[in-house]
């Protein structure tokens, strides 16, 4: 057998067991994909925005609802990139929602948040048709994404800003980069024209606005941190004084940290359907949503609890 043709018989093979481990890992589930819907209209010169959602199938009950927040830099990635973990975690029963927002320069960490916030109505409001329970929400996001996620969901104002108020059962942060977006930018001191500075602004008010670390509060969403050990030092190190100030709110946080793991694997784990963190998210939900139960006095009593 010639080389050439003999490589190209391994890339099938490792091709065709990735597609069996999927298809196995996801136990032959059958899901429903409902794409580029658009839940923020354009507006001035910010364009629509659109989320994915993924279902299971079959749903006879209302299911846990995750809303996933990708990460880019605040200046790109999108939706399409992630749909095989949507697929993933609808095939485990979790009604899924994967959603685009606008990306630096044309907009700010601001108008990010904002349409982050909208997306959350959006799934409070319409998820019931999709299967989902509008009363067990999970915020989720990676990098960037994670610091979107983490803003919105401490830093009410985005809620009641629409006339919502904060409706979500939990925050799942993996890799969060910028929960100590202050602190970072203080430190870098960068040039004007940095990309950072055309998200953030060269206004250290702004900064510490924009900084999750800063909205932490008593009655925040119960959360659960992931982290890699071989992340960016300014990711180990913004979410070591997040944990660290947490502990005054919510001690008993779940921090996880993958001593393996750089970042961009932090989210790549999740391509395969048989990565034991979708386990631990599973029973983080279980455990959240059975609060969401309680009456409304027991529930802000349980809260972090």
């Known amino acids: 057998m010639k080389t050439e043709a ?21 136990s032959f589930k059958r899901i429903t994909k409902s794409k580029n819907i658009v839940y923020q209209k354009a507006y001035k010169t910010s364009a629509e925005q659109q989320l994915n959602v ?8 209302p ?13 790109s990635g999108k939706k399409s990139q992630y749909s095989i973990i949507g697929g993933h975690w609808a095939r485990k029963d979790v009604v899924t929602v994967i959603v685009d927002y606008p990306l630096s320069p044309a907009a700010d960490y601001k108008a990010m948040a904002i349409s982050i916030a909208k997306s959350v109505k959006w799934v409070k409001e319409n998820i019931s048709q999709y299967g989902g329970d509008p009363d067990k929400i999970f915020l989720s996001g990676h990098s960037a994404g994670g ?16 006339g919502l108020e904060n409706p979500l059962a939990g925050l799942i942060l993996i890799d969060a980069a ?11 001191q960068f040039e004007k024209g940095n990309t950072y500075l055309r998200t953030f602004s060269s206004d250290s008010k702004t900064w510490k606005e924009a900084t999750p670390l800063y909205h932490l509060h008593q009655n925040m969403p119960p959360m659960l941190i992931y982290r890699g050990g071989k992340t960016y030092p300014s990711i180990l190190k913004s979410n070591e004084k997040f944990i660290n100030a ?8 779940d921090y996880r940290i993958q001593k393996s793991k750089k970042h961009v694997p932090m989210i790549t784990q999740f391509f395969n359907p048989w990565n034991r963190r979708y386990g631990e998210i599973l029973e983080f939900m279980k455990a959240a949503g059975s609060k969401m139960d309680l009456p409304e006095d027991k529930r802000n009593a349980a809260v972090g609890k």
């Open 6 to 26: 003999r490589i190209t018989l391994i890339v099938l093979m490792i091709l065709l067991g990735a597609f069996m481990l999927t298809l196995s890992g996801c």
């Open 54 to 61: 993924f279902t299971p199938k079959k749903h006879s009950e």
């Open 63 to 75: 299911k846990n609802v995750l809303i996933f927040v990708h990460g880019g830099n605040w200046n």
């Open 147 to 162: 610091h979107l996620a983490a803003l919105v969901a401490l830093d009410d104002h985005y809620f009641k800003n629409i």
């Open 178 to 188: 910028g929960l100590d977006m202050h602190g970072y930018l203080t430190e870098e």
């Open 246 to 253: 947490l502990h005054a709110y919510a001690p008993e946080t």
